[in-house]
T-cell receptor, first 118, second 114 residues
Framework: AQSVTQPDIHITVSEGASLELRCNYS??????LFWYVQSPGQGLQLLLK??????LVQGIKGFEAEFKRSQSSFNLRKPSVHWSDAAEYFC????????????????FGTGTRLTIIP | DAEITQSPRHKITETGRQVTLACHQT?????MFWYRQDLGHGLRLIHY???????NKGEVSDGYSVSRSNTEDLPLTLESAASSQTSVYFC?????????????FGQGTRLTVV
């Protein structure tokens, strides 16, 4: 069965500082990986996704993530955070044939809460 | 614009009562999902559907049921609400082809069982 680990429950960074949120996954084949962001009281918004190809993927809001198969990781990064980035971030994995992807269920990590200090 | 909406946004109910949470999407997606979100657990899959008349159990389906009579709606029913079902519930739908596939989430329903 697939699983996702987000080892950091809560991270605090200063505005303007760089950010890296960790995500490790477990899946027996090539995974499909996602990062979602949840602002307080809101649903989840997709930041970026990895299906195949280039292991460095760019997303919205200046975020990027790098897929490292050897480390089973898909860490999220941003070079300079803004106060509006304060939110909960979820890493998720899905598996299966890419042609069938829309049918695949997502398995989520437990989330990392990001706090931004001035 | 297409969207996915959940109602109600907040609900308080008593133990033992039947409760139904609504989910409506205008994406025309075949796939719809219900998750619950709890501290320390992230989002966990309750039920899902790949199309009309299709329903499937997720990892935490006990005490919940869904039905899919049309493409747009996947209501989630708690047969006899329990305090352990106090949670935030999210509905999602997905569609598209291959790499263009994306899941869209509703804004959630906060359910309190007293």
């Amino acid at each position: 069965a697939q699983s996702v680990t987000q080892p950091d429950i809560h991270i605090t960074v200063s505005e303007g500082a760089s950010l890296e949120l960790r995500c490790n996954y477990s899946y027996g084949a090539t995974p499909y990986l996602f990062w979602y962001v949840q602002s307080p009281g809101q649903g989840l918004q997709l930041l970026l996704k990895y299906f195949s190809g280039d292991t460095l993927v760019q997303g919205i809001k200046g975020f990027e993530a790098e897929f490292k198969r050897s480390q089973s990781s898909f860490n999220l990064r941003k070079p300079s955070v803004h106060w509006s980035d304060a939110a909960e971030y979820f890493c998720a994995v899905a598996g299966g044939l890419i042609s069938n992807f829309g049918n695949e269920k997502l398995t989520f990590g437990t989330g990392t809460r990001l706090t931004i200090i001035p | 614009d297409a969207e996915i909406t959940q109602s109600p946004r907040h609900k308080i109910t008593e133990t033992g009562r039947q409760v139904t949470l609504a989910c409506h999407q205008t994406w025309n997606h075949n796939n719809m999902f219900w998750y619950r979100q709890d501290l320390g657990h992230g989002l966990r899959l309750i039920h899902y559907s790949y199309g009309v008349q299709d329903t499937n159990k997720g990892e935490v389906s006990d005490g919940y049921s869904v039905s899919r009579s049309n493409t747009e709606d996947l209501p989630l029913t708690l047969e006899s609400a329990a305090s352990s079902q106090t949670s935030v519930y999210f509905c999602a739908s997905s569609g598209g082809q291959g790499v263009n596939t994306e899941a869209f989430f509703g804004q959630g329903t906060r359910l309190t069982v007293v």
